[in-house]
């Protein structure tokens, strides 16, 4: 079975400043995707970015980015020049690559962006 | 852009009671999900469905759930003897077509209180 930790259940940081969420999971499949949902509080759980495990590049969306490390098992999100706008949850999720597409989460990061 | 809608947004119920948590998919979408999440715990899943039957379904989702796509618009979950530890925000969600580059879109939830 497939698990997915994230360890900061809370971060803060200035407007404008550059943070890092972390996670890790921990799998024996080979091929599956990996992502980073969004859920500001008017709760609609919102896609930021997708990795597949086979692409070496690092995934980037505008200001988001990750830091995939396939044989560490670690997707951190990297969002630059925050915004009060990102204040949200961040969930990281697993999907494999075979079978029916259930996403697999982690406990999700509260992060808070300040003024 | 197309959206997952939820409805109700709050849905409060004796224990013991069947309550029906209704989604409307976005239209062009075949695969179709329920996710729950526990105040202060992971999102998980529940089922996933296709062509009119599930596909995959957790240990969660025992005799007591069912899911229904009664008309080609609507998806419903069914709870059939709600118990306590049924109290969850319940997310609906939806894919064009499987495989982790086709993402699936959340509702905003429901929120089940059961007393």
């Known amino acids: 079975a497939q698990t997915v930790t994230q360890s900061q259940p809370e971060m803060s940081v200035q407007e404008a400043e550059t943070v890092t969420l972390s996670c890790t999971y921990d799998?024996?499949?080979?091929?599956?995707?990996l992502f980073w949902y969004k859920q500001p509080p008017s709760r609609q759980m919102i896609l930021v970015i997708r990795q597949e495990a086979y692409k070496q590049q690092n995934a980037t969306e505008n200001r988001f980015s990750v830091n995939f490390q396939k044989a560490a098992k670690s997707f951190s999100l990297k969002i630059s020049d925050s915004q009060l706008g990102d204040t949200a949850m961040y969930f990281c999720?697993?999907?494999?690559?075979?079978?029916?597409?259930?996403?697999?989460f982690g406990q999700g990061t509260r992060l808070t962006i300040n003024p | 852009e197309p959206e997952v809608t939820q409805t109700p947004s709050h849905q409060v119920t004796q224990m013991g009671q069947e309550v029906i948590l209704r989604c409307v998919p976005i239209s062009n979408h075949l695969y179709f999900y329920w996710y729950r999440q526990i105040l202060g715990q992971k999102v998980e899943f529940l089922v996933s469905f296709y062509n009119n039957e599930i596909s995959e379904k957790s240990e969660i989702f025992d005799d007591q759930f069912s899911v229904e796509r009664p008309d080609g618009s609507n998806f419903t979950l069914k709870i059939r003897s709600t118990k306590l530890e049924d109290s969850a925000m319940y997310f609906c969600?939806?894919?064009?077509?499987?495989?982790?580059?086709?993402?699936?879109?959340f509702g905003d939830g429901t929120r089940l209180s059961i007393l």
């Open positions: 799998t024996s499949e080979n091929n599956y995707y």
């Open positions: 969600a939806s894919s064009e077509r499987t495989g982790g580059v086709q993402p699936q879109h």
């Open positions: 999720a697993f999907m494999k690559h075979e079978g029916a597409q259930k996403l697999v």
